[in-house]
């Protein structure tokens, strides 16, 4: 089996609005990326075959590219693109990344359901018709089967469904299905041998982000900051005597 | 501009009144049944083959019509089907998908949230057609009522380009929890940071008489039940109050609480989005704030 799962690299979950403002923040692997991963890993330790790790960034995604090799990946193919193209849509990142899957004739393309900074949630469809693969999306559990692979989707409103599909076939993993590995002190040795094939590249964005900025409330909030105990009073009063609800 | 409606069960008229918005020349497609019904001329796919839902099978069929009706855009109400193969009707045309957006500005930006909600972007593509998914909440749904017609729309679908196999949608187990019936709910998120704490928020709900709920990552961990799941994969509720502690208020989240009559945050980071929506907010550290609220509501209600 050849697995490739596709990773973004983004900023980190818990940067906050300010670091995200002044480009102030640290990197991190898109978290749903990261069970995609996890649930290739596994099916390769299952069924044997390797993992292709690909990722479409700039030169500091790197730093994710190492981190699932150090976590077990066999390889990598970095699509790397100029640092002012983080704001490309799905569309363009997909384009490129086809252009290195494609060669490389896969059973499977994993990744995860959607990234935590664009949040397009399309990179594996558009993946798949690029290809000429077979889809599902929200997958929770993955059993494959002789040529062809059983997947859990996961529907709206607690509302789950099994698909069959025909291999090869992209699928994006939901968050939280399995737990996630370390990589081992062993695993960040061995990564430093592991090929890393850079292709360079430049992403060719329709979409095109005008300005980003920050929310303005819709809502009249009443914000508390004081010490938790003066706060805590005001909410309750303000419970009682204005909303009424307690 | 003309525009087409992809009608969907879920939220199909919020995406008529997202279409309004860009233009009064507004159509509308259905797909399957004739169950959603919109006040203009609607196109009724029907097919053996659309009879379940494929990603292969709504893509093609969806892509004959708006070949044969040439629209200059083409709306989506953003749910998790839409998400499954919109994407792949776009790629078709060599169009990118502008998903999730929550407003429409001057006809051309589409706003659409970065970052969990944290940032705002304005989005514009000059292609056509422009295919856009609007955000569950985000647009006023249009009046239903007037005089729609519709129009059957001849499809030629083979079961050779068909290569899922879909099987019934199916519910993991009876719900012991209705989270919809609660008049208050404490809900608690990633801030809670251990399986430990959530006695913390347990004694809150108690002392409210209210259910206690939770965001995704905490059902993910098993520390509550997956019924105890509010936002797009959980339950939709629209309690009197609803107090969320430790919540950021990721999109996915919000969408399932958002009718709630009163929305009370904790949170420790005051851009946290969850504030958005909020009527009232405590930005503090919720170790501290959640006792300091058990005692003051303990002596408001003896």
Same mark, same amino acid.
């Not at chain 1, 059983?150 to 529907?155: G, Q, S």
């Given at each position: 089996?050849?697995?490739?799962?596709?990773?973004?690299?983004?900023?980190?979950?818990?940067?906050?609005?300010?670091?995200?403002?002044?480009?102030?923040?640290?990197?991190?692997?898109?978290?749903?990326?990261?069970?995609?991963?996890?649930?290739?890993?596994?099916?390769?330790?299952?069924?044997?075959?390797?993992?292709?790790?690909?990722?479409?960034?700039?030169?500091?995604?790197?730093?994710?590219?190492?981190?699932?090799?150090?976590?077990?990946?066999?390889?990598?193919?970095?699509?790397?693109?100029?640092?002012?193209?983080?704001?490309?849509?799905?569309?363009?990142?997909?384009?490129?990344?086809?252009?290195?899957?494609?060669?490389?004739?896969?059973?499977?393309?994993?990744?995860?359901?959607?990234?935590?900074?664009?949040?397009?949630?399309?990179?594996?469809?558009?993946?798949?018709?690029?290809?000429?693969?077979?889809?599902?999306?929200?997958?929770?559990?993955?059993?494959?089967?002789?040529?062809?692979?059983?997947?859990?989707?996961?529907?709206?409103?607690?509302?789950?469904?099994?698909?069959?599909?025909?291999?090869?076939?992209?699928?994006?993993?939901?968050?939280?299905?399995?737990?996630?590995?370390?990589?081992?002190?062993?695993?960040?040795?061995?990564?430093?041998?592991?090929?890393?094939?850079?292709?360079?590249?430049?992403?060719?964005?329709?979409?095109?982000?005008?300005?980003?900025?920050?929310?303005?409330?819709?809502?009249?909030?009443?914000?508390?900051?004081?010490?938790?105990?003066?706060?805590?009073?005001?909410?309750?009063?303000?419970?009682?005597?204005?909303?009424?609800?307690? | 501009?003309?525009?087409?409606?992809?009608?969907?069960?879920?939220?199909?008229?919020?995406?008529?009144?997202?279409?309004?918005?860009?233009?009064?020349?507004?159509?509308? %497609?259905?797909? /399957?049944? =004739? +169950?959603?019904?919109?006040? &203009?001329?609607?196109?009724?796919?029907?097919?053996?083959?659309? *009879?379940?839902?494929?990603?292969?099978?709504?893509?093609?069929?969806?892509?004959?019509?708006?070949?044969?009706?040439?629209?200059?855009?083409?709306?989506?109400?953003?749910?998790?089907?839409?998400?499954?193969?919109?994407?792949?009707?776009?790629?078709?045309?060599?169009?990118?998908?502008?998903?999730?957006?929550?407003?429409?500005?001057?006809?051309?930006?589409?706003?659409?949230?970065?970052?969990?909600?944290?940032?705002?972007?304005?989005?514009?593509?000059?292609?056509?057609?422009?295919?856009?998914?609007?955000?569950?909440?985000?647009?006023?749904?249009?009046?239903?009522?007037?005089?729609?017609?519709?129009?059957?729309?001849?499809?030629?679908?083979?079961?050779?380009?068909?290569?899922?196999?879909?099987?019934?949608?199916?519910?993991?187990?009876?719900?012991? %929890?209705?989270? /919809?019936? =609660? +008049?208050?709910?404490?809900? &608690?998120?990633?801030?809670?940071?251990?399986?430990?704490?959530? *006695?913390?928020?347990?004694?809150?709900?108690?002392?409210?008489?209210?259910?206690?709920?939770?965001?995704?990552?905490?059902?993910?961990?098993?520390?509550?039940?997956?019924?105890?799941?509010?936002?797009?994969?959980?339950?939709?509720?629209?309690?009197?109050?609803?107090?969320?502690?430790?919540?950021?208020?990721?999109?996915?989240?919000?969408?399932?609480?958002?009718?709630?009559?009163?929305?009370?945050?904790?949170?420790?980071?005051?851009?946290?989005?969850?504030?958005?929506?909020?009527?009232?907010?405590?930005?503090?550290?919720?170790?501290?704030?959640?006792?300091?609220?058990?005692?003051?509501?303990?002596?408001?209600?003896?």
């Amino acid at each position: 089996m050849k697995i490739i799962v596709s990773v973004k690299q983004v900023p980190a979950r818990d940067s906050s609005l300010r670091e995200l403002e002044t480009s102030d923040f640290s990197f991190e692997m898109n978290e749903p990326d990261a069970y995609a991963l996890e649930e290739a890993l596994q099916l390769r330790d299952k069924l044997g075959g390797e993992v292709v790790v690909v990722s479409a960034g700039p030169a500091s995604a790197g730093q994710i590219i190492r981190e699932a090799l150090a976590k077990g990946a066999d390889r990598a193919i970095h699509v790397e693109t100029a640092e002012g193209e983080r704001m490309s849509d799905a569309l363009s990142t997909a384009t490129l990344l086809a252009q290195a899957i494609k060669p490389e004739a896969p059973d499977f393309v994993l990744t995860g359901l959607q990234s935590d900074d664009l949040g397009y949630g399309q990179t594996g469809v558009v993946l798949a018709e690029l290809l000429g693969f077979a889809h599902a999306t929200i997958i929770m559990e993955v059993e494959p089967l002789d040529g062809k692979v059983r997947v859990k989707r996961e529907l709206e409103d607690g509302w789950f469904q099994h698909v069959t599909l025909p291999l090869p076939a992209v699928l994006t993993i939901q968050s939280g299905i399995k737990k996630l590995r370390y990589a081992t002190l062993m695993g960040i040795k061995k990564a430093k041998t592991k090929e890393v094939r850079v292709i360079p590249a430049a992403a060719a964005s329709e979409a095109k982000v005008e300005r980003v900025y920050a929310p303005e409330r819709s809502k009249k909030s009443q914000i508390f900051t004081g010490d938790a105990r003066t706060a805590a009073k005001e909410l309750v009063e303000k419970l009682k005597f204005e909303a009424r609800v307690i | 501009m003309s525009v087409l409606v992809v009608l969907e069960k879920r939220g199909g008229l919020e995406a008529l009144a997202a279409a309004y918005r860009l233009s009064a020349d507004v159509e509308a %497609v259905v797909i /399957g049944s =004739a +169950e959603a019904t919109a006040p &203009v001329k609607t196109y009724v796919l029907n097919h053996p083959l659309l *009879a379940q839902y494929t990603p292969d099978g709504y893509t093609a069929a969806l892509e004959q019509l708006i070949r044969a009706v040439n629209p200059e855009a083409v709306v989506f109400p953003h749910t998790y089907q839409v998400r499954d193969y919109a994407p792949k009707l776009a790629t078709r045309f060599g169009q990118p998908f502008i998903s999730d957006v929550t407003d429409i500005q001057d006809k051309v930006h589409f706003v659409r949230q970065l970052f969990q909600g944290k940032l705002n972007a304005d989005v514009s593509c000059a292609g056509r057609p422009l295919f856009v998914s609007v955000q569950a909440g985000a647009f006023r749904a249009a009046e239903s009522s007037g005089s729609g017609t519709a129009s059957v729309f001849e499809v030629r679908l083979d079961a050779a380009q068909i290569r899922s196999q879909p099987e019934a949608p199916f519910r993991e187990s009876q719900r012991s %929890v209705d989270l /919809g019936a =609660a +008049e208050i709910i404490v809900s &608690v998120g990633r801030g809670i940071k251990d399986k430990e704490n959530i *006695a913390v928020v347990e004694e809150l709900a108690q002392v409210l008489n209210a259910e206690l709920a939770a965001s995704r990552p905490i059902c993910d961990n098993g520390w509550l039940t997956m019924e105890r799941q509010v936002g797009s994969s959980g339950q939709t509720v629209s309690p009197k109050m609803y107090l969320a502690v430790g919540i950021s208020g990721a999109i996915q989240h919000l969408v399932g609480m958002k009718g709630s009559k009163t929305v009370v945050a904790i949170n420790k980071d005051e851009n946290a989005p969850i504030f958005e929506s909020a009527d009232y907010g405590i930005v503090g550290d919720l170790f501290e704030v959640v006792p300091a609220l058990i005692e003051e509501i303990k002596k408001v209600r003896g």
